[in-house]
């Protein structure tokens, strides 16, 4: 996947089948569903991919216990169904994750069982494991940190867990793949309509030489997420909201607050939300939260609220209590919740199904949806493109289709940290080999090599220091500090593989500093 490559693919193409605005899940999905179903595609991202909301989930794959709670089972066994497609598609990403729910009361034990049996049930053949109620003394043998001050029993249940910007990166790769042209840095900066307000193409921009192209299709797809108001203000003459964000934050700490394989689930914590703690990259991510956020931003900002409930709640339910001082990294992410038609809702009553809309002009717009979900909102999406009459009809083909890089891998294989890349793990290897120097370690206390950062540049169309140890490389999310500390080596391998000079290396070090600002407390900025 080379971005020049990608480049000559948009200016010897006159006409597109689709174009697609944004490369988050439900962008990269769709451009993964409509190039694999035969139709000319291509997606613009106007930073990089899954530069926003894509690569700040809570790293889960899951059905949803809380919508079960609520309720709302039509997307409770639409994500069951897609949790096990990924599992199977993307096998080097997706694990199986056992959760434990401490139980703090006798009912507890019995109450969330029966749940989870439902919800192992609504699985069907793609169930992940059974739940079942275990002892206080299994409980804490499995959750060795646990608070076991008035800890009376626990339920096991299974999800999936994985790795959502390495699954936006092989979605894109696989894109390519089928024929797709995806850029990233190219950013819409208008729509291109008929003489009947048809909308008939867009107009764009790229952000690394400047030049202005006029793309002409037939179904054009807004996928921009929480930037979904900034598009629609493009395309309507009324102004209506049509997305509301709502800010989650995590907290990362070091594997010694919760040195498990399980992850803990806390099902009800002060303000009645869902509270997890999941090993991730050798790491415990501990989140979320549920804010409504007035302005959406590219680089989200964790409010001193949050930081507070999530540290509060942690150490209420870890015998370990972790400190502003042990977070290594906190990262805030903003979901693109669908507006309520009623104004005045809270976030948790803002409904997580996705939405399409078609508006007068033609222009088909995706509003929420979550990771687990985006292959069928992507199959939803094109599916309404045809039914519009905007493309001639064909089958999609992404239920059983594998994912670059897709391979199932053992406990074994994950103790590398190379098993993200799964397929691709003997190329880089091959690289260290030809290229000895890049078996150097990217930071002193983590394992990742030069030879991912060159990946990354090479294949992985990474243009920046943030994409690469943001978004290819997961530094910046599991340890800001070390990251900050890397961005030097990482900016001289960029200008020296991408032939950019001094003034660039000084100015883009200075650009990842600020941005890595945000992942640290405010006190250890």
Not at 52 to 77: D, F
Not at 100 to 120: H, K, Q, S
Not at 289 to 305: F, G, N, Q, V, Y
Not at 394 to 406: A, W
Request: aromatic share 8%; glycine share 8%; hydrophobic share 40%.
């Amino acid at each position: 996947m080379k971005r020049s490559e990608q480049l000559s693919k948009l200016k010897n193409t006159e006409q597109w089948d689709v174009i697609i605005i944004g490369g988050g899940a439900s962008g990269l999905g769709t451009a993964l569903d409509a190039a694999s179903r035969g139709y000319k595609t291509i997606l613009l991202e106007a930073v990089d991919f899954a530069k926003g909301t894509s690569s700040r989930s809570t790293k889960l794959v899951h059905g949803g216990v809380r919508y079960l709670e609520q309720g709302n089972i039509h997307l409770v066994i639409e994500a069951l169904k897609e949790r096990g497609l990924l599992a199977k598609n993307a096998g080097h990403l997706v694990k199986n994750q056992s959760f434990v729910i401490p139980n703090y009361n006798w009912w507890g034990g019995l109450f969330y069982t029966t749940g989870l049996t439902i919800y192992d049930l609504l699985a069907g053949r793609l169930s992940l494991g059974r739940s079942k109620y275990i002892s206080k003394k299994k409980t804490i043998e499995m959750l060795p940190t646990v608070e076991e001050k008035g800890l009376v029993n626990g339920v096991i249940y299974h999800d999936g867990q994985f790795d959502d910007s390495r699954l936006a990166i092989n979605l894109a790769q696989t894109a390519v793949e089928k024929g797709a042209c995806l850029l990233n840095y190219s950013k819409v900066v208008n729509l291109l309509k008929d003489d009947k307000n048809q909308i008939i193409g867009v107009e764009a921009i790229d952000h690394e030489t400047g030049d202005h192209y006029k793309i002409k299709g037939a179904a054009i797809i807004n996928a921009t997420g929480v930037f979904t108001n900034a598009i629609m203000k493009l395309n309507d003459t009324v102004y209506k909201k049509y997305i509301v964000p709502s800010q989650g934050i995590h907290l990362v700490f070091d594997k010694s607050f919760l040195p498990s394989d399980h992850a803990l689930m806390i099902p009800k914590t002060s303000d009645g939300r869902v509270l997890f703690a999941v090993p991730w990259h050798n790491r415990i991510v501990v989140g979320t939260t549920d804010t409504l956020i007035r302005k959406h931003s590219l680089e989200p900002i964790a409010l001193e609220s949050e930081i507070e409930f999530v540290l509060e709640n942690a150490q209420r339910f870890l015998a370990k209590k972790p400190t502003r001082a042990d977070v290594l990294s906190v990262f805030a992410g903003l979901r693109p919740l669908a507006a309520p038609e009623e104004e005045g809702k809270s976030t948790k009553e803002v409904s997580r199904s996705h939405k399409i809309i078609v508006s007068e002009t033609g222009l088909i717009t995706i509003t929420g949806g979550k990771w687990t979900t985006y292959r069928k909102i992507a199959e939803d999406i094109i599916n309404k493109a045809i039914k519009k009459g905007k493309l001639p009809n064909k089958p999609c083909v992404t239920e059983h289709l594998s994912i670059h890089g897709n391979k199932p891998t053992t406990t074994l294989e994950r103790m590398n940290h190379l098993y993200i890349y799964g397929s691709d793990v003997p190329e880089i290897l091959e690289l260290q080999k030809n290229e000895p120097e890049l078996k150097e370690k990217l930071h002193l206390d983590h394992e990742f090599t030069m030879a991912e950062v060159v990946w990354a540049i090479r294949y992985e169309m990474a243009r920046t220091v943030d994409d690469i140890l943001a978004r290819r490389v997961r530094l910046l999310f599991l340890d800001a500090r070390a990251a900050i500390e890397s961005s030097e080596k990482v900016a001289r391998v960029l200008a020296k593989e991408l032939g950019h000079d001094e003034a660039w290396i000084h100015k883009e070090i200075l650009n990842f500093k600020g941005i890595s600002k945000g992942f640290l407390l405010k006190e250890f900025q």
